[in-house]
């Protein structure tokens, strides 16, 4: 009898779904689209979408327009939420690159393709990972100089605490820079619904560390420069599993 059950529990847990294993990789795509071809671009992207569904590829594509910032206009497109170890097995590389050339790289031009690690232990939130995106984002990239990364993050972890503590701010998301650009920088998502998000909850990095000396220090010394820009998402230009 208990051999016939165990039996029945791992057949159905065979029978199950299976879903990619959570992971902390972040990998950003970031494309220039020709003049006056961001139409053409859209259209290829989506047949390019089309390929990775009917190649089954489980991982998940978010697609984002840069909205205002030196990089206005600019497309993202970025798979997260994954191990590092699931671009060794990406589905048919050279097919995705071959399909790519064809109906995406003639209206656009590749501006970056920086590679990120999630720190889940100073963000409030991850809904990119949980493959719950904001209508919009915005996003900071901070420089920081190199050594100062410690100090860096542990007056991270003072923000997230106080974040926490208030009601109705929305997900903070940090990630540290892997490969594919200068060390040592970070990237910050905040989750925004429009603009009235702002009338809710506006706080920068250095009023959430007020009374907090040393954090402030830390925070002082170790940045050497810090962009924002809006990212709006586009779920027309996006594949989520």
Known sequence: M??????????????LPVHAASGDAAH???????????????????????????????????GWTIEDGERSGDFVD???????????RRVDV??????????????ATPMGQPTYVLLREVSTGTPLENLKPS???????????????????????????????EHGAPAHTWYRLVTGGESAQYMLLVARDGWAAYDRHERSLGS???????????????????????WRYRPELSALH
Do not use: C
Not at 139 to 145: C, G, K, L, N
Not at 152 to 164: K, M, Q, S, Y
């Open 2 to 15: 208990i051999h016939r059950r165990f039996a029945f529990l791992l057949a159905l847990g065979l029978a």
């Open 78 to 88: 970025a798979s997260v939420g994954e191990p590092f170890a699931a671009f060794d």
């Open 94 to 107: 050279a097919g995705d690159g071959a399909d790519f050339r064809v109906n995406v790289a003639p209206y």
């Open 208 to 230: 959430l560390l007020a009374g907090d000396e040393a954090a402030q220090r830390d925070v002082a010394e170790a940045v050497q420069s810090a962009t924002t820009e809006t």
């Open 135 to 165: 209508a919009t984002m915005q996003v900071t990239r901070v420089r920081v100089r190199l050594g100062m990364e410690a100090r860096f993050e542990r007056a991270l972890a003072v923000a997230r605490d106080a974040l926490r503590k």
């Open 28 to 62: 950003f795509y970031v494309y220039r689209m020709q003049s006056g071809a961001a139409e053409k671009f859209e259209a290829g992207y989506r047949k390019h979408l089309d390929w990775h569904r009917a190649h089954r590829d489980p991982l998940s594509w978010y």
